[in-house]
Nanobody, 122 residues
Framework: QVQLVESGGGLVQAGGSLRLSCAAS????????MGWFRQAPGKEREFVGS????????YYAEFVKGRFTISRDNAKNTLYLQMNNLKSEDTAAYYC???????????????WGQGTQVTVSS
C-alpha cells in the first residue's frame, strides 16, 4: 500500500511555470507506475501523463506534450510534474496516482493523492 501527498500548486500567470511534487509513503513506491491526472470544475478527471516504475518511459496527453515533463526519484519516493508555458485552460486540481502499468485510464490506478490546485491567470 502507498499513500500519496501532492504539493506545489498555486497561482501563476499564463506563460509561467510550476513544479508539482507527489510524496509517497511506503517502501513499494519504486514498484509502481505513476500517473498525473487533473480535474477542472464541472469536468471529468483527465489523464495528464504517466511514468513507468523505473522512469524509463513517459506518456503524455496530447494537450501537454512539449510543455509538461514527468519524472520520479525512487530514492526519495517522489514523483514530479514540471509544467511550463502554462495556459488558463490548465487550471485544475492535479492528482497523482499509483498503480497499473502507466496507462491513461483512471481505473488502472489503485492509490490517489488528495490533489493540489493549480490556477493560471490570463
Amino acid at each position: 500500500q502507498v499513500q500519496l501527498v501532492e504539493s506545489g500548486g498555486g497561482l501563476v500567470q499564463a506563460g509561467g511555470s510550476l513544479r508539482l511534487s507527489c510524496a509517497a509513503s511506503g517502501r513499494t513506491f519504486s514498484t509502481y507506475a505513476m500517473g498525473w491526472f487533473r480535474q477542472a470544475p464541472g469536468k471529468e478527471r483527465e489523464f495528464v501523463g504517466s511514468i513507468t516504475w523505473n522512469g524509463k518511459m513517459t506518456y503524455y496527453a496530447e494537450f501537454v506534450k512539449g510543455r509538461f515533463t514527468i519524472s520520479r526519484d525512487n530514492a526519495k519516493n517522489t514523483l514530479y510534474l514540471q509544467m511550463n508555458n502554462l495556459k488558463s485552460e490548465d487550471t485544475a486540481a492535479y492528482y497523482c496516482a499509483a498503480g497499473g502499468i502507466g496507462g491513461s485510464s483512471r481505473r488502472e490506478y489503485n492509490y490517489w493523492g488528495q490533489g493540489t490546485q493549480v490556477t493560471v491567470s490570463s
